[in-house]
């Protein structure tokens, strides 16, 4: 078993996350078996609670775990399959070691941060030690935090148990470049890694970060200076394209060679022909789309950071050049649609909030009668159903209880409700404890769009939400009959995903399928979402 420990340094944000996919990525091109993990040092539980604004957006694991962006990156860049054991925040640290001590099992000595909440850091390490040949763990935060002195002594002595060869440290740190004298300066690599080795963590390669790139007399300079030989001073200069280049610029590089030879691992082939065909799609695509992303957070990149992936996976399937149009929902209820003229595709996301719901209405409409390509998720499905109930089925004033508890006809209700025999409406603060998390099973209706898209009965998705379709109206919605439910669950409690039949593309799904896209396999409904706004602009 083999051990990688990425740390940042310098700044934030340094692209730690990015780096350990890429670096995934890489040895699986040489056909190991890896496995990421993602330390938190922030004392939430998980991210389920976070402010997207500030943190960015929740990304939801197959078993259902509210996890950091950064897992969103190890799944899209690798194969493999993570669960809630991949992700570690000092909530989950601090509250195992305070049950444990309330039960005993300490017995009496005084619980101290090492070797207590070490030890439980080292034993999630452990954990995750098995189905994979390497194993790589990202330290969130930067080296000289006072949160993230506990995960850095963790590791430090969780190396010293291992054997020698088993463990390798990667740090992360910028190199900036100082406009004004036209040059990059390395002193805050310096004192990054002086502060690692002040806490006894010798970094083996330092990946630096930059604009521009690192001439010979820099990485000499970083080598003597941070004690790593020159060959592992490697260049991480910003992609001209895409993320989905980095995996290829490492490994120009020579990162994945001298991995395997510090790890002592067998330097088998490496085969990047997927991430070659990815960015050449990528560089020169044939045509280009504009697609309106409805929504209050839309202009924060990684609020909607798997969505905007997601499209971006489409894109590259179809052979097209992706232009996001930023939609304020506001703006759609006081200044009109203008907004939405002129974009080949409408998308409405799952950001819940009483500023969105309208505005999400409105575009779900002017999508349906103006023949405009559509797809809503979650939220973005509730704002169909309303607004189909309203418009179409003269329910009008439809609501979901969510924004409106005393609606006349409640289209949308708490899951809880949904699934208890009498579909009463709740109030808003009894349910919210309640929520469908992770992946769950969905019947597909054979004859639909939704069936041609996947080509099976029965899919698989993740889901994040409090809020269902109110199964009481679905008579009305078939009874209309342009309004199709293609999806349900399994035993048909929950409506999963709806389209409309004389429409080029218009369907909404309650779960989250952005979960599950990848750069070389985009998720079907993206991909068809994407060829049918294409197909629009072109007709």
């Known amino acids: 078993m083999k051990y990688i420990f990425v740390t940042g340094g310098v700044i934030s944000s340094v692209g730690k996350g990015l780096t350990s996919a890429s670096i995934g990525a890489l040895l699986e091109s040489r056909g190991y078996r890896v496995k990421l993990q993602k330390f938190d040092p922030y004392l939430n539980v998980d991210p389920g609670n976070m402010n997207p604004l500030q943190h960015g957006e929740v990304y939801v694991l197959k078993d259902g775990g509210e996890t950091d962006l950064d897992l ?20 989950q640290v601090y509250t195992t070691v305070l049950e444990k001590e309330r039960k005993g099992a300490y ?10 909440v070490t030890d439980e850091i080292k034993n999630r390490i452990k954990e995750n030690s098995n189905d994979c040949d390497v194993l790589i763990s990202e330290i969130g935060g930067t080296t000289g935090d006072i949160e993230g002195l506990p995960y850095l002594e963790a590791i430090r002595e969780f190396a010293l148990e291992q054997p020698f060869g088993s463990v390798i440290f990667i740090h992360v740190t910028l190199v900036p470049y100082i406009s004004a004298m036209r040059e990059l300066k390395t002193k805050p690599t310096q004192h990054s890694v002086a502060k690692l080795r002040e806490i006894g963590i010798t970094p083996n390669i330092i990946i630096c970060r930059c604009e521009h790139p690192l001439n010979k007399e820099l990485r000499k300079k970083i080598s003597l200076f941070c004690n790593v030989p020159y060959e592992a001073v490697i260049e991480e200069k910003d ?13 120009r590089e020579n990162l994945d060679p001298l991995i395997c030879k510090l790890l002592q691992l067998e330097q088998r082939p490496s085969d990047m022909t997927k991430w070659q065909n990815v960015v050449r799609s990528i560089i020169a695509p044939s045509s280009s789309i504009r697609i309106g992303l409805v929504g209050k957070n839309v202009g924060i990149n990684d609020a909607h950071k798997s969505l905007q992936e997601a499209l971006f996976h489409a894109c590259i399937a179809n052979d097209t050049r992706l232009e996001v149009v930023r939609v304020d929902p506001e703006e759609l209820e006081t200044s009109g649609t203008k907004a939405l003229q002129n974009i080949d595709a409408i998308l409405a996301p799952g950001v819940s909030g009483i500023h969105e719901v309208e505005g999400k209405i409105l575009a779900a409409q002017y999508a349906r009668e103006n023949q405009i390509p559509f797809l809503g998720i979650c939220l973005g499905m509730q704002a169909v159903v309303i607004e189909y109930a309203r418009n179409v089925l003269g329910l009008k ?36 404890q309640t929520m469908h998390l992770g992946a769950h099973a969905c019947k597909i209706k054979s004859g639909t769009k939704a069936y041609s898209i996947y080509a099976q009965d029965q899919i698989s998705e993740r889901h994040r939400n409090s809020y269902v379709f109110n199964s009481k109206y679905l008579d009305l919605f078939e009874k209309e009959g342009n309004l199709i439910v293609s999806g349900r669950s399994t035993d048909d409690s929950l409506v999963e995903l709806v389209e409309l039949k004389n429409h080029p593309f218009f369907m909404a799904c309650q779960f989250h399928p952005e979960f599950q896209s990848k750069p070389h396999s985009p998720h079907p409904l993206f991909k068809e979402f994407v060829a049918a706004a294409l197909a629009a602009k072109r007709s």
Not at 240 to 246: F, M, R, T, V
Not at 403 to 428: C, G, K, R, W
Request: charged share 15%; hydrophobic share 30%.
């Open 107 to 116: 017995a009496g000595v005084t619980v101290q941060v090492i070797p207590h």
């Open 72 to 91: 969103g990156h190890y799944e899209r860049f690798t194969n493999t399959n993570l669960t809630r054991k991949n992700s570690l925040t000092s909530g």
């Open 397 to 432: 004033s439809a609501h979901s209880v969510e924004f409106n508890p005393s609606t006349e006809y409640p289209v949308i209700i708490p899951l809880e409700t949904a699934l208890s025999a009498d579909a009463q409406p709740s109030s808003h603060k009894q349910h919210r």
């Open 239 to 251: 992609v001209d394209h895409s993320i989905y280049e980095l995996p290829l610029v490492l490994q």
